[in-house]
């Protein structure tokens, strides 16, 4: 026989905290503080196991529930001298729903559960407190007739609300026991109104009503969302608890509050909490009155003029204090707890690991470690990698004062101040002459990427989270509020409209990316440090991950950051996005422009010394470090012109008719050039260009050296190989140029040669590609987009179906696809390490900066991932987490 039914209570208890997946977290936490001998009220669990019974069988309560629950009951009732539906010493519950993960959605709890007109008179003789017990049964039936029966609890809050603007009375807590029976009978009658029957007299009714809501929030909508949105499976169900009632609304020696072992928000070592004199349940979070603080430390901090527990309830207090402690020491964590007190009396409803900040959960564990209550892997284990984006920007001073003009989307993390600029023009200007600014615009488009640059942060008025300004902000790692609909920007008049303010250009504003709030004026910040707790964690993760994190970087200042982010190379350099800046772009566009390879050479030489100084300075900062290049990706139309005006700009400064240039821009032009003319390709087509990168790179190596003393191993990669030939014909070229610069420089360059992979074929040829290639990084971006055949700037207005429609549950673009993606990426580097043993392995799409994605590149053994140079501690903490599991 299956049993249902675990009881708690007396110092006893039929769970434990191990037992979440049968008793949820609530009911497993009560049994466990049970057990410990804490004062928690008696109570009992219908297990999961219950409610999953329950669903299969078309909603009827699984043979032998109703017999142990009232066993339970009875039980229940023997530990606190009280019958469940004695008309005379009425035992009440709460009736509590409690799943695995805490899960908002879930049915709310039902307080005073068996009062009905008879028991709340005997509750009010006994309890020689009238008030106290309407009190309890208004808000019985206001919360069982919302959560159990249907009846919005609106409909209640006007009914009191009207009552006590005629009675005069402010707060609940001065209406007299008569004046609640006056709104006691009020709320019967909505009830009968609205269902056409009267409000349940009868406790055991009352009770299966509430045991079978709870069982159906499960399957609720807001529930079904959230568990998807959180990737909670549906079998897992939902427990229920019932538990005798204490009161906290029994008068002044009479409170219910919430704590936290340590602070939530700043993980200072310091218990934090609230709590209401002479309230009951959420009384405290509800905001119906002011809370006051639990410690006299806090009281005084707050600067409140209400008196904390510790004042007010010495005794309770001291007892809450040991509890916490010990709570925190059996759990091993913060806690989060739910207390009442009755007539001085400490009784506790709640505990379970409190969520926190990233900086309290950094602070938390090392503070944990050092006291020994955790190891330093366990304190690596416990910060959430994702979380650590929240404090590597800049971010607002909590204590400061914000005068909020408009809210969009939370595009891109951080926060920024800088004046008002409706133009990149003038976001560049600006900038040049050393002021800050924020770059205001409708919408940005791929023109505007100067402007961004120069910005401290973007706030556009238009565009979701994958708009153009939220997708490039995010990649520069820029704060970013994107689709702020209640702002207007007037660009003619120079004016940012908001609600209550006209702001114009150069006026200060500061953008909030962690949560879309747009601010008036300059708000103090907090910089992003990896010091401190943050440092240590880092330090720790080090010690613990196998595989090497590098960054994606091509500029000074991006290698520099991830440098002090703790980089250990660089994975991928683009080149391509170093021809696109100053004059350069002028002699790309003669190159591209060029008839003849002759006329391409001469123009190609002009950049080689631009990209040899690009080079030396990356190896510089480097400092011996590996760093991986590769040759130019994009196909050549992107480097064109694209407006007239710039036709005509161009033309001039070549001195070529307009018309040519448009002629071999339309020669250029591809229906589908992400499949097209480019990557290994235009090697194959124009190896000069091949040739002038080879050069630059190892010309580069040999000046880097000799000036840090220290050797530079660069390596070369080839993209967008498919077929091996295409490999060893630009491998070629590059040995060759190789030779040459050694010959001339008489230094001996040490470099590989390798590629990415990052198309189906290639994978499957690895075997054979290995052969020529000394290392394989994988492009999980393009492998991506041609493995499922889905264009990435295409994807995000049919990807969002499929995922509501759940045929895909992440998009593979963030989160590697581990089934066909990842098993290409398993199949290339077992081919590859068989072909040549010790092939350098890693990964440089945007999935190595991907917490999920690095525990499938651990799994598979890469040796390395590599990401923005934000998202570097990231992957280090992610690396260590996935190596600890592995
Ligand atoms: P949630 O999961 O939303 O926090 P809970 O089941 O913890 O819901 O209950 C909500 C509130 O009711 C909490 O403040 C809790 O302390 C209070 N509460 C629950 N059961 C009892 C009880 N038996 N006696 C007194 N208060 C209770
Ligand atoms: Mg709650
Ligand atoms: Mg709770």
């Known amino acids: ?87 005379q010493n009425s035992l009440l519950v709460s009736v509590r729903s409690g799943a695995r993960a805490s899960m908002p959605g879930m049915m709310d709890t039902v307080l005073n559960l068996g009062l009905n007109d008879e028991t709340v008179k005997a509750l009010a003789e ?87 809501a709870v069982f159906s929030s499960w399957m609720n909508q807001r529930a079904i969302t959230y568990r998807r949105l959180h990737d909670i499976p549906e079998s897992w169900g939902t427990a229920v608890n019932v538990q005798a009632m204490v009161f906290g609304n029994l008068g002044d020696d009479s409170a219910t509050g919430v704590a936290f072992t340590r602070n939530p928000s700043t993980g200072d070592n310091q218990l934090y909490g609230e709590f209401l004199v002479n309230a009951q349940g959420e009384d405290v979070v509800a905001g119906i009155r002011t809370p006051q603080n639990i410690t006299e430390a806090a009281r005084q901090a707050a600067g409140s003029d209400k008196p904390s527990l510790e004042k007010v309830m010495p005794d309770a207090f001291a007892s809450f204090v040991d509890i916490s402690s010990r709570l925190e020491s059996h759990y091993r964590d913060m806690q989060d707890l739910e207390f009442t007190i009755e007539r001085g009396k400490l009784w506790m409803l709640q505990t379970r690991n409190g969520k926190r900040t990233a900086r309290a959960a950094m602070k938390i564990a090392v503070d944990m470690a050092a006291e020994g209550l955790i190891s330093k892997e366990e304190a690596v284990q416990r910060v959430e990698p994702a979380s650590l984006d929240q ?13 909020v003009i408009g809210i969009g989307l939370p595009a891109s993390p951080g926060a920024a101040t800088g004046e008002i600029v409706f133009s990149s023009e003038a976001a560049e200007e600006a900038k040049k002459a050393g002021r800050k600014v924020i770059l205001v615009r409708v919408e940005t488009s791929p023109e505007d990427i100067h402007g961004m640059h120069a910005a401290e942060g973007i706030l556009t008025t238009r565009g979701g989270m994958t708009s153009h300004a939220a997708v490039v902000a995010r990649g520069m790692g820029k704060p970013c509020v994107s689709g702020a609909g209640s702002l207007r920007v007037d660009y003619r008049k120079g004016e940012l409209i908001a609600a209550g303010a006209t702001l114009k250009a150069g006026d200060l504003i500061t953008i909030d990316g962690g949560n879309g709030q747009v ?6 910040m907090l910089q992003p440090e990896l010091s401190g707790d943050f440092a240590a964690i880092m330090e720790w993760a080090d010690q613990i991950r196998r595989m090497k994190v590098r960054t994606n970087a091509e500029t000074p200042a991006d290698a520099r950051t991830a440098r002090s982010f703790g980089a250990e190379g660089i994975g991928l350099c683009r080149t391509e996005h170093m021809f696109f800046e100053g004059d350069r772009i002028v002699a790309m566009r003669e190159m591209i422009l060029a008839d003849t390879e002759e006329g391409r050479r001469a123009a190609l030489a002009k950049l080689l010394p631009m990209q040899r100084s690009d080079f030396v300075e990356l190896f510089e ?10 040759l130019l990706d994009p196909p050549l139309h992107e480097f064109l012109p694209k407006t007239e005006e710039e036709i005509a700009e161009v033309a001039k400064a070549m001195g070529v008719s307009a018309d040519k240039l448009r002629q071999r821009t339309e020669a250029l032009h591809e229906f ?18 091949a040739e002038m990168q080879a050069q630059a790179i190892f010309e580069a190596a040999a000046e880097a050296a000799r000036k840090t003393g220290s ?106 696809d581990v089934e066909g993606v990842g098993e290409l990426v398993r199949i290339a580097a077992e081919k590859g390490r068989a072909a040549r043993k010790g092939i350098k392995l890693g990964i440089c799409g945007e999935h190595g900066g991907d917490p999920s994605s690095i525990r499938f590149c651990e799994e598979v053994g890469l040796d390395y991932v590599s990401c923005s140079p934000f998202r570097v501690p990231i992957a280090r903490l992610a690396a260590a987490q996935a190596a600890a599991r592995s």
């Open 519 to 524: 601010l008036k004026g300059e708000v103090a």
């Open 711 to 816: 050797p530079v191993v660069p390596e070369v990669m080839v993209p967008l190989v498919g077929i091996v030939k295409e490999l060893e014909y630009v491998k070629q070229r590059i040995d060759d140029v190789a030779k040459k610069v050694m010959e001339k420089s008489g230094r001996k360059i040490d470099y590989l040669v390798g590629t990415m992979i990052e198309l189906p074929r290639a994978a499957l040829r690895a075997d054979a590609i290995a052969k020529d290639a000394e290392f394989f990084s994988f492009g999980t971006n393009d492998l991506t987009q041609t493995t499922f055949g889905i264009s990435r700037d295409d994807a995000a207005s049919f990807l969002e179906v499929y995922r509501k429609k759940d045929i895909i549950a992440q998009d593979p673009f963030v989160s590697l």
């Open 126 to 212: 006994e309890s020689g407190d009238e008030r106290f017990a309407y009190d309890s049964y208004r808000r019985f039936i206001q919360m069982y007739s919302d959560v159990v029966l249907g009846v919005d609890h609106g409909n209640f809050e006007e009914i009191l609300e009207d009552e006590k603007a005629k009675l005069g009375h402010d707060l609940d807590t001065e209406l007299t026991a008569a004046e609640w029976r006056a709104v006691i009978d009020l709320y019967k009658a909505k009830v009968k109104e609205e269902l056409g029957e009267p409000f349940p007299q009868e406790p055991q009714a009352q009770l299966w009503g509430a045991i079978g």
């Open 621 to 630: 900062i480097m400092a011996g470090l590996p760093v991986t290049i590769r």
């Open 391 to 403: 404090l590597l920007h800049p971010t607002i001073d909590p204590d400061a004062k914000r005068d």
């Open 672 to 689: 589908n050039p992400m499949l097209g003319h480019r990557g290994c390709r235009l090697a194959v087509s124009y190896p000069e260009i």
């Open 1 to 87: 026989m299956t049993k249902w039914v675990y009881s708690f209570g007396d110092g006893k208890a039929e769970g434990r905290a191990g037992d979440r997946n049968l008793l949820g977290g609530k009911g497993a936490n009560l049994a466990e503080m049970s057990s410990l001998g804490l004062p928690v009220p008696p109570g009992f669990t219908i297990t999961t196991e219950a409610c999953n019974t329950y669903f299969e069988k078309e909603e009827k309560y699984p043979e032998g529930l109703k017999d142990e629950v009232e066993k339970a009951l009875a039980e229940v009732g023997r530990i606190v001298g009280r019958k469940f539906g004695d008309r």
